[in-house]
């Protein structure tokens, strides 16, 4: 069942480089747009430290650390399954019951519509700032915080993924509401962009155990820079990130099927 | 003139059918609005008074800058997609046949937009921000309205630019990366990510000079109560000028391309 989602997901995707190749000069336009629009979002951040030494107590390389990861997962999970806020769309003009009658699973052929590879654009910004956060910290490396960089991003990648997945289930419900969705994904990577000492305690307690995106970033990162982590949470929460994406896969694999079961064609 | 009334009261009506949407957005603009409310309060804390502004008059720049962000259309989103949509398929060759004005008619129909923007997702999110922090609302009714005469021309202004924008596909054949383009550079002149009076040295005197300062940082300043009397005349006359000398420009490409179509034939 999941290799056959995988390989659909492979073919299609594969389909859709095919077609994106065809314009390459509109395909290195938009990637580089992709890239730039992050980029502005670094580039005021480094006019704000144009004014200031310290934002929440915290350096401009120490919050580029918080940054690039959190970029870079939500760059992957954003490349590898951001089309799936598509999904409300195809549902209001009926267009998703073409994917139901496929013999491929749906969640592979909603992750891989209009498979977009310009988004790479995302990634390699948030990788850029990534290190230069590594070039110019001056970090205590021990082995745990050199196999802690990788884990964090890829499991960062994965807890955004679930967040798509369980956005595009919920669009089952609300046809149009794909924007909750982007607040919970853009707004999630703009909140993890600075530190948590910037947030009221509310905000952060409602990060880190509501929606768990505070394991995307800020609680391994704050491990690597060695400071003090938000509500008093135990040294070891910063290796959760794993479970907490495998969590949260499961809950976004139940809340999929409920959606799926759930949908009644337009009928037309 | 009635008929562009007629398309504006359509584009209102249209875009206020979307009521899921339209509620979704500000959920959307409270939640940034709130992320980067608490930004900036550490930011003033460091450095009050930063750009000229205190604390309160910053918070209240951030939730103006959620309030107007559709009404402006800094991210785009507006009538363009479909303007560009039309020109590609050639069905915008009906649209010169009708007895309206190509430009007026685009423009009624996205000031329509903008008005139900202000209203569906302006009001309320401004409401939260000013019950969560303590924002430096105008006392004075004339300000309110000052700064809805600089709303409308920011609207005008934004709406010459994405025209423009939308005409170049005409001759690039996907306008896709034209659209991209003038998208981040509202984004990022319009003060959206940070107050132009933040930017530094020449590029802050390039971005308040250019028309997307219009689109934000103009219609913020007057709402704060920093252009009055011929200050205020000088931010409406900047805004008003790029506004005609923006529509000037749509008018003069509107009347090449139109050539164009005509020789490509139906």
């Known amino acids: ?268 | 003139m009635r008929l562009y009334a007629v398309v504006a009261a359509g584009g209102f009506r249209r875009h206020a059918t979307y009521r899921m949407a339209t509620a979704a957005g500000v959920f959307t603009n409270t939640v940034f609005g709130f992320i980067m409310a608490y930004v900036y309060v550490a930011l003033w804390d460091e450095r009050p008074q930063l750009g000229g502004y205190d604390t309160s008059q910053a918070l209240t720049y951030v939730w103006l800058g959620q309030a107007l962000l559709m009404t402006c259309s800094m991210m785009g989103g507006g009538f363009e997609d479909e303007l560009m949509e039309r020109i590609r398929t050639g069905d915008i060759a009906v649209d010169l046949y009708r007895p309206a004005d190509l430009q007026l008619w685009w423009l009624a129909g996205d000031v329509g937009r903008a008005a139900f923007h202000l209203l569906g997702r302006g009001i309320v999110p401004m409401a939260l921000g000013a019950l969560a922090f303590d924002l430096a609302l105008p006392s004075s009714p004339w300000t309110w309205l000052a700064f809805l005469v600089s709303v409308a021309l920011g609207v005008v202004v934004s709406f010459a630019v994405r025209f423009l924008v939308a005409l170049s596909a005409f001759w690039l054949m996907d306008g896709a990366g034209a659209m991209q383009v003038a998208w981040l550079m509202g984004l990022f002149f319009s003060g959206m990510l940070l107050p132009l009076n933040l930017f530094p040295g020449v590029l802050g005197e390039v971005a308040r000079a250019l028309p997307w300062s219009s689109l934000l940082q103009v219609p913020a300043d007057v709402f704060l109560g920093k252009h009055q009397g011929w200050e205020l005349l000088r931010a409406y006359a900047f805004q008003a000028g790029w506004a005609v000398a923006l529509l000037g420009a749509g008018r003069l490409v509107q009347t090449v391309a139109t050539r164009r179509v005509v020789v490509q034939g139906g």
């Open chain 1, 1 to 268: 069942m999941v290799a056959d989602g995988l390989r659909a997901y492979g073919l299609i995707v594969a389909m859709w480089l095919r077609s994106t190749m065809a314009y390459r000069a509109s395909f290195v336009m938009t990637t580089f747009g992709n890239f730039a629009v992050t980029a502005f979002d670094f580039v005021a951040l480094m006019m704000m430290f144009s004014h200031i030494d310290a934002l929440g107590g915290y350096s401009l390389p120490e919050i580029a650390l918080l940054y690039g990861s959190a970029a870079t997962a939500f760059g992957l999970a954003d490349l590898t399954l951001g089309s799936m806020d598509r999904l409300g769309r195809r549902v209001r003009d009926g267009t998703l019951d073409i994917l139901l009658v496929r013999p491929v699973p749906v969640l592979a052929q909603v992750a891989a519509d209009r498979f977009a590879l310009r988004r790479l654009g995302r990634v390699t910004q948030g990788l850029l700032v990534l290190g230069y956060a590594l070039v110019s910290l001056d970090i205590a490396w021990t082995p745990l915080k050199v196999v802690m960089l990788p884990l964090m991003v890829l499991s960062g990648a994965a807890i955004f993924g679930a967040v798509f997945a369980a956005g595009a289930a919920f669009q089952f419900f609300a046809q149009d509401a794909s924007e909750v969705q982007n607040s919970f994904t853009y707004g999630g990577t703009t909140l993890l962009q600075y530190p948590p000492t910037v947030f009221a305690k509310d905000l952060v307690r409602g990060v880190t155990f509501v929606v768990p995106l505070a394991f995307v970033s800020w609680l391994p990162a704050l491990y690597v820079l060695g400071r003090e982590y938000p509500l008093d949470l135990p040294r070891w929460v910063a290796f959760l990130p794993p479970v907490v994406a495998a969590l949260c896969w499961v809950l976004a694999g139940l809340a999929w099927r409920a959606g799926l079961r759930a949908y009644r064609s337009t009928g037309s």
